[in-house]
């Protein structure tokens, strides 16, 4: 059964909305706060300072998927509101399948981008060993 947003108490909605994306950016923390922990305890500092170095590129690929994924649910919500069930399984499965695509070009393409990316945002070449895989790779 679908549940609508369009209709009942404006604030229930609103927090049956959001509630998912607060538990979602929650757990996203807890992950980075668990990261540094057990990297700074077993690992040292400079590898912490490596984690803490690839934070914005790791928030730029996250803020790309979901700008991506938020994008793919507009027409989805559209076939929704115009109550076109076929139309609403077709821009599911494009979804689908972009972020799919999306996500094989992302996870080959920004371990080796990460080297140039972060010699632009000029980390310090003492992290670029642990920050990057592919140390060898610059620009």
Not at 38 to 61: E, K, N, P, Q, Y
Not at 68 to 85: E, Y
Not at 109 to 128: D, K, N, Y
Request: glycine share 10%.
């Amino acid at each position: 059964m679908a549940t609508s947003l369009t209709t009942g108490r404006p604030w229930r909605v609103i927090l049956a909305f959001s509630i998912p994306l607060l538990l979602g950016n929650v757990v996203q923390q807890l992950y980075q706060f668990a990261d540094a922990i057990v990297v700074g305890r077993h690992l040292g500092v400079t590898s912490l300072a490596a984690v803490g170095a690839t934070g914005s590129l790791l928030f730029l690929l996250l803020g790309f998927a979901w700008g991506l994924t938020s994008g793919f649910a507009i027409p989805i919500a559209q076939a929704f509101g115009a109550r076109n069930d076929a139309a609403v399984r077709r821009s599911v499965a494009t979804g689908v399948l972009l972020s799919a695509i999306t996500s094989v070009i992302l996870t080959v393409g920004a371990p080796l981008l990460a080297g140039p990316i972060l010699s632009l945002l000029q980390t310090p070449p003492e992290l670029m060993a642990e920050a990057t895989i592919f140390t060898q790779i610059s620009f």
